[in-house]
T-cell receptor
Framework: AQKVTQAQTEISVVEKEDVTLDCVYE???????LFWYKQPPSGELVFLIR??????QNEISGRYSWNFQKSTSSFNFTITASQVVDSAVYFC?????????????FGQGTELSVKP | DADVTQTPRNRITKTGKRIMLECSQT?????MYWYRQDPGLGLRLIYY???????NKGEISDGYSVSRQAQAKFSLSLESAIPNQTALYFC???????????????FGEGSRLTVL
C-alpha cells in the first residue's frame, strides 16, 4: 500500500527564516511520482512540483527547493527567506507510474505560519 | 473562468437529505476525481474515473456515489447525508502522463458541505 507521512502538523517561523517541510513516503512501486501542493488561506490547491522517482536531482525554483532522497524515501521542501505570503497548508503526495500519474495519495498536510 | 468548476460552493443540509455536488471541466482531461478534505487528515480519495465508462472506488467511498455524465462532467452524490460527511470536497482532473498531461491534479475551488 502507498502512504505519505508529513509528521509536522504545524510550523511557525518568523519572516526571513528558512523552513523545511518534511515528507516521507511508502510504496512498493519502483517507479512513481511525488508532488507538493500549496493551500493558502483562500482554500484553493496550487500545484508546486512533480518529481519522477528515477530523477533524483534536487530542484530549485526561486526561494523554493526540493530534496528527493530515494534511499530514505523522503521528498522534503525548503523555503528560503520565508515571507508572510508563504503561510499556507502544504501537502506532499504520491502516485504510481502504473496509473500514468493521477490518483494521488496525500499526506496529512503541514500548516506553515510565517509571522512578520 | 476556472478550468474546473464546482457547484455549489457552500451547502448546509440536514441529516438524511440527498445531496449532489457537481463538477465540470474545460481542460479536456479524461481523468476526474473526487477528494474529501478534513483537518489533520489531508485529502482522501472518494471516487475516480479515467474515462466516461470507467468508475472506481477510492479509499473512502462508503456513503457516496458518482456519475460521469460526459467527459467534462463528474458528479458526487450523498444519498443520505450524515454529520460526519461534513467536509470540504474537491473535484480534480488530470491528463495521463505522456498523453495530454503530466499526471498532476488540477483542482476545483472546493465545495464546503455542512450536514446538521
Amino acid at each position: 500500500a502507498q502512504k505519505v507521512t508529513q509528521a509536522q502538523t504545524e510550523i511557525s517561523v518568523v519572516e526571513k527564516e528558512d523552513v523545511t517541510l518534511d515528507c516521507v513516503y511508502e510504496t512498493r512501486d519502483t517507479t512513481y511520482y511525488l508532488f507538493w501542493y500549496k493551500q493558502p488561506p483562500s482554500g484553493e490547491l496550487v500545484f508546486l512540483i512533480r518529481r519522477n522517482s528515477f530523477d533524483e536531482q534536487n530542484e530549485i525554483s526561486g526561494r523554493y527547493s526540493w530534496n528527493f532522497q530515494k534511499s530514505t524515501s523522503s521528498f522534503n521542501f525548503t523555503i528560503t527567506a520565508s515571507q508572510v505570503v508563504d503561510s499556507a497548508v502544504y501537502f506532499c503526495a504520491l502516485s504510481s507510474i502504473y496509473n500514468q500519474g493521477g490518483k494521488l495519495i496525500f499526506g496529512q498536510g503541514t500548516e506553515l505560519s510565517v509571522k512578520p | 473562468d476556472a478550468d474546473v468548476t464546482q457547484t455549489p460552493r457552500n451547502r448546509i443540509t440536514k441529516t438524511g437529505k440527498r445531496i449532489m455536488l457537481e463538477c465540470s471541466q474545460t481542460k479536456g482531461h479524461d481523468r476526474m476525481y473526487w477528494y474529501r478534505q478534513d483537518p489533520g487528515l489531508g485529502l482522501r480519495l472518494i471516487y475516480y474515473s479515467f474515462d466516461v465508462k470507467d468508475i472506481n472506488k477510492g479509499e473512502i467511498s462508503d456513503g457516496y456515489s458518482v456519475s460521469r455524465q460526459a467527459q467534462a462532467k463528474f458528479s458526487l452524490s450523498l444519498e443520505s447525508a450524515i454529520p460526519n460527511q461534513t467536509a470540504l470536497y474537491f473535484c480534480a482532473t488530470s491528463g495521463a502522463v505522456g498523453t495530454r498531461g503530466t499526471g498532476e491534479l488540477f483542482f476545483g475551488e472546493g465545495s464546503r458541505l455542512t450536514v446538521l
